[in-house]
């Protein structure tokens, strides 16, 4: 992994080197200082929004989305209880810590011991240590992703039934839940339909909060800062695990917003922009903040038809090209079996129910679309390749059809001039061609590359691969 020239904290080169970021809003306080005409431009603009409307938080412009309540401060005896408490919590944390300790030493001599002992059978059979771990059945174990799970489900249907009402401060602890709940007799004997039931309504909470909107503008920062930072460090690591390259651009997307552009990018990453592109990460982002707040779209705004269709068009060419290693190839959706199945041995796995294949730019139901974006963005919908089983039974079908006198794909457009000598694109003004006339050949002369005789009697297909 190549590494940067400039000395840095980390791995990764930002675009205030020179300090320790303490967070994304100072970041970038001189480049904003640097371009107040950019700013002043930016709000005149803005004047230009319908007088009537709220425009000060992105909670206020998405008016039909639901809202993530800022948290109501805490009077005197609110304060007094939940000191008490995390103080009790921090002892409990303490003994908690130095159990685990105990634990984790017991564990490491045992290994220790376990990895001795089995360097001495590997010596005493003539046989590798890897191949000792293999027969004991020695694995290395992953921590799987958070599912809702049953345990989960109950602590929430408990915690929305006993915190609902009671404020900051008063409201009981997860330890205090769980006990509730292993107390309560009617959460013990639960039929599957029940059970299946809580654990939906867990998932509908988290996506419910997931995609909520901040209430107000300082929440929204806030929130920015933090899941950034986080995007940060994560990245750094990954560039030091595996070596990748990663850059991303940040911006607010109204002129009202408080949240400041910035730029992350991993080693020199950077330079990229600059050698090939010809351009600074800082002009980038000024551009983008500049775009972005001219814009000033709320989310329905930007989930219209049209930019759905370009989106998911956009992602489906995307993923056959990368998958294909070709750059110009496109779906052929009417000869899709032909075309890309039959031809390229490639398939799509997970198109979503209930949504007809055909281009994005012909289907004009929202719902229809943010379903196939969904999809598409989550890889439950993508490209892979056809095993070699898997191609030569779709070629023996397709045989079969065929043999069957059915007609396979769409038979391509015949062109009106079919057969006619028309000249080539690009050549009207281009000079005759002269070729050296090889020993022994006709005197005949070539025949001009000017015209030529269609020997295709079909047109191309507008969206042939």
Known sequence: ????????????????????????????????????????????????????????????????????????????????????????????????????????????????????????????????????????????????????????????????EVNRDLPRGAKYTPGEIRQMVKDDRNMQDLTEEEKKELVDKLNEHRALRNMSVRATNTAAMRDVQSTLDTIFKMLDGLAVRTGIYACLFASRGHVYDTAQATWFGTDNIMDFWEDVLQVEADEITRKLEQWACMIGRNIDERETVQNMQRVCTRLLNSGLRTIAKRRDIRINYANFDTAIKEKLSIDIKGWPEGVVFQSPTSVNDLHALLKLRGALKDGSCHWFRMTPRQRDEFHALLDARRKRGEKVGKPRKKRADAGVPRKRKGKENAPPRKRARAPGSSAQAPKSAEFIDSSEEEESSEDEV
Request: aromatic residues 2%; proline residues 6%.
């Open 1 to 160: 992994m190549t590494q940067d020239s400039q000395p840095a904290d980390g791995p990764a080169q930002r675009h205030a080197n020179s300090q320790p970021p303490e967070s994304l809003a100072q970041r970038h306080t001189e480049h904003v200082q640097g371009n107040t005409n950019t700013q002043d431009a930016l709000v005149g603009a803005a004047t230009g929004l319908a007088s009537d409307a709220n425009n000060s938080s992105w909670a206020a412009r998405n008016p039909n989305r639901p809202i993530i309540e800022p948290r109501v401060p805490l009077n005197p005896a609110q304060k007094a209880r939940a000191n008490a408490q995390r103080a009790s919590r921090k002892i409990s944390s303490l003994q908690r810590k130095e159990s685990e300790e105990a634990l984790h030493s017991s564990i490491r001599q045992l290994l220790a011991e376990q990895a001795q002992r089995m360097n001495e059978i590997a010596l005493e059979h003539g046989v590798s240590v890897e191949k000792v771990k293999k027969l004991m059945g020695g694995t290395k174990h992953y921590t799987a992703s958070r599912s809702a799970q049953l345990e989960n489900a109950l602590m929430h249907a408990k915690a929305e």
